[in-house]
């Protein structure tokens, strides 16, 4: 089953891509406040459709409103995809519902970061109000968006949290890499494992462990991992894995051996609203079945009806 993502990756996704072509005026255009259709009575508008819409229309032409002329068969084709998504997100909103699934104050934080990084990619305030504009956000309903999304996290992580934290893992390392020029293979190992050896001591011993890493770690991600690596059995090479993997909260390794040096490893306690705010990226599908599988079912249950002017979508219409 494909996985569900939460929905502010798609909108993410449109705000970051360059802006749609326009349409051709050759009907006059839907008001903003025109129901569409209703999902279980809940009114679905022009204002909330088109940008379903428009940034599923992208996909079929590329911003080139030529393409409908020659594929006039595919805008139910878009319709249905559009209805798709729909679909999808009024399910979710009803789990979510129903579940009392609620924004902590932290989620609330994670939610502005995102926000504030958005208008930094785009360098001004005017710019990210303009790209909203171009995609048919306001920033309220933008950040709407991305605050459902987080809660789509928060509910996976609640309901598969016993799964996660028994199969995830958090680390930090001391690299103390091999020299791959050195003439003698046998003398270099043997001069890193004594230097690992005197870093692990320190670190045992209570010396900064984060210090430890900034003078004598040789892992260039760690610095774009201040928080350490969350990772999952298959990701890491399988020697410093299981190295990690058997550790106790708070404990350190003794020197381990990999192809790239040695490594002193520090298993650091699960930052649960770490893992929620980058669920999306670290989880693979197989978290997200149930969620799935729920969706599914409401969208099964689910009452559709559609009002006369959802007969007038068309490309020309829906701007």
């Given at each position: 089953m494909k996985k569900f993502r939460p929905i502010a990756l798609l909108l993410a996704a449109v705000l970051f891509c360059t802006a749609f072509g326009g349409c051709s005026a050759k009907k006059e255009p839907l008001a903003a406040d025109t129901t569409l259709l209703t999902i279980d009575g809940n009114a679905v508008t022009v204002e909330e459709y088109r940008t379903y819409y428009l940034y599923l229309k992208a996909q079929y032409d590329k911003g080139d409103d030529a393409y409908w002329n020659d594929n006039a068969d595919q805008k139910e084709t878009l319709k249905a995809s559009?209805?798709?998504?729909?679909?999808?997100?009024?399910?979710?909103?009803?789990?979510?519902?129903e579940n009392s699934v609620e924004l902590t104050d932290a989620d609330k934080e994670c939610v502005d970061a995102q926000l504030e990084s958005i208008k930094a990619y785009y360098g001004s305030e005017e710019s990210y109000r303009q790209a909203l504009a171009d995609n048919h956000y306001t920033e309220e309903s933008y950040r709407q968006?991305?605050?459902?999304?987080?809660?789509?996290?928060r509910y996976v992580y609640e309901t598969q949290k016993e799964k996660i934290l028994e199969n995830y893992v958090r680390a930090k390392h001391v690299l103390v890499q091999f020299d791959s020029l050195a003439d003698d293979e046998k003398a270099d190992k043997a001069e890193k494992l004594e230097k690992a050896q005197q870093i692990a001591a320190l670190a045992k011993e209570g010396s900064d462990f984060d210090a430890l890493v900034k003078e004598y770690g040789e892992d260039p991600g760690m610095e774009s991992n201040p928080e350490g690596y969350y990772f999952t059995t298959g990701e890491m090479v399988e020697s410093f894995e299981k190295a990690a993997f058997a550790l106790a909260e708070n404990e350190i390794s003794d020197p381990v051996e990999t192809n790239y040096g040695y490594h002193i490893i520090l298993r650091l306690p699960m930052d649960e609203q770490y893992l929620i705010d980058h669920l999306s990226d670290l989880l693979s599908?197989?978290?997200?079945?149930e969620f799935n599988e729920e969706i599914s079912e409401k969208i099964a249950a689910q009452k559709v009806d559609y009002a006369d002017a959802y007969q007038q979508i068309d490309v020309t219409t829906i701007q």
């Open positions: 559009v209805l798709a998504q729909l679909q999808n997100k009024y399910a979710a909103w009803a789990i979510l519902q968006a991305v605050e459902f999304a987080q809660l789509q996290s599908d197989e978290y997200y079945t």
